[in-house]
């Protein structure tokens, strides 16, 4: 066997019974490493390489052939740092994956329904406290409200609120309203109702709502009693007693919504017209989202929302986005002074309810709604949305 290495010689023989007996010439090889250029190893890593266009920029014989293979090469590299860079953000950004599933479940819990008289004042129980306050003096014995005297119909509240006056008195109660009630061909009176105050339509009040310090037994289901679910009202406006001035039409006011669900009856209540016999129907979705940190959804109730639910009265209502955005416009008015009712604000701030957040509301505070106010301020960061969410949408 011969190898040959430049000018050196090495003589190899083989034997079974023999040692290997090697010859090197006199001129050995040169201890020194061989110097490499770096050209020489760039030009056999393209040509080797399996990277699109590098190997024919290698071989290229001339500057055309050079060119075109290294734009090749660029195109398709910028190709590829481009779809994995979206790859890498996809991946930090958490992209939310949608499960829709059918669920027969029977039986169901029949939902909560929250009722209002479209006016929030009832006008005998109110124009004797009114007219006192218009009228201090009352020389004229004036009886009713003019055109001019209704503007001071929300002033007379605010002041009545300024002095912790209860307005109860003034609200349409629920047993001169309700003279019907079954549920299931089962009779229901007003017992079965918990209240509490809108901002719009004064004294609501909500049927089959879960109760704080009870198990699920205070809610009906919707087989009760052998039915499928049916509650009918017969409700009694008032209208005679509308103030003047102040209502455009006679109404009652209605929304359906989840037994632990804020009834949000201000923005999203339907209107009944009096006369009439109205039927609802209502389709029941559940949305369940992820927990942190895929997305910012919150179970947990803060102590500055509790204060807030503690106006319903004994529900166990859970946490809503809504309210949250609510609240935010109250804490921002009363921290301004704005003379307005509201719920009482004298806790703690806390979550969404910072000082360094409520300072964003005041070139937002122009806007009209909930929804353009939170799309402007930048307190929206800060709320969650509720991670189990059930919507009952109507249906006719």
Not at 307 to 335: F, R
Not at 344 to 354: H, L, N, V
Request: charged fraction near 15%.
């Amino acid at each position: 066997m011969l190898f040959i290495i430049e000018n050196a010689i090495f003589t190899t023989k083989l034997s079974p019974h023999s040692s290997t007996e090697v010859s090197v010439d006199e001129k050995t090889i040169d201890s020194k490493p061989i110097p490499v250029r770096r050209r020489s190893l760039v030009r056999e890593f393209c040509l080797i390489t399996s990277i699109h266009g590098l190997p024919g920029a290698a071989r290229s014989t001339n500057i055309l052939n050079f060119i075109f293979w290294s734009l090749s090469f660029i195109c398709f590299m910028g190709f590829l740092v481009y779809f994995v860079v979206t790859a890498i953000q996809a991946y930090f950004q958490y992209p939310t994956k949608i499960d829709v599933t059918y669920e027969r479940q029977y039986p169901q819990y029949f939902p909560a329904v929250s009722i209002c008289n479209a006016s929030p004042i009832r006008y005998d129980t109110f124009i004797g406290a009114f007219l006192n306050y218009t009228y201090p003096n009352n020389t004229n014995n004036i009886t009713t409200i003019s055109s001019n005297d209704s503007s001071n119909v929300f002033n007379f509240l605010i002041d009545a609120t300024n002095k912790n006056q209860l307005l109860d008195s003034y609200f349409f109660s629920l047993t001169s309203m309700l003279y019907s009630c079954t549920f299931n061909s089962v009779p229901c009176s007003a017992a079965d109702f918990i209240s509490f105050t809108s901002p719009t339509y004064g004294q609501c009040y909500t049927i089959n709502a879960k109760l704080k310090n009870s198990t699920n037994s205070n809610i009906r289901y919707t087989n009760e009693n052998g039915g499928i679910g049916v509650l009918q009202l017969g409700l009694y406006v008032h209208s005679h007693e509308y103030l003047p001035y102040v209502n455009d039409g006679a109404r009652a006011v209605i929304i359906v919504h989840d037994n632990t669900q804020v009834p949000t009856i201000d923005t999203s209540g339907i209107f009944l017209a009096p006369g009439r016999k109205h039927k609802l129907g209502y389709k029941k979705k559940v949305t369940s989202f992820l927990s942190s940190p895929y997305t910012d959804c919150t179970s947990s109730v803060s102590d500055s929302m509790k204060v807030a639910l503690e106006s319903y009265n004994g529900a166990d209502y859970m946490y809503s986005e809504n309210l949250c955005y609510e609240i935010c416009q109250q804490t921002y008015v009363q921290l301004e002074d704005i003379a307005v009712s509201i719920i009482d604000m004298s806790y703690e701030y806390d979550k969404c309810f910072t000082l360094s957040l409520l300072k964003h509301l005041v070139d937002a505070f122009n806007h009209t709604t909930i929804l353009e106010l939170a799309e402007t301020v930048e307190c929206k960061s800060f709320l969650a949305s509720r991670c189990v969410q059930r919507h009952l949408q109507k249906i006719w």
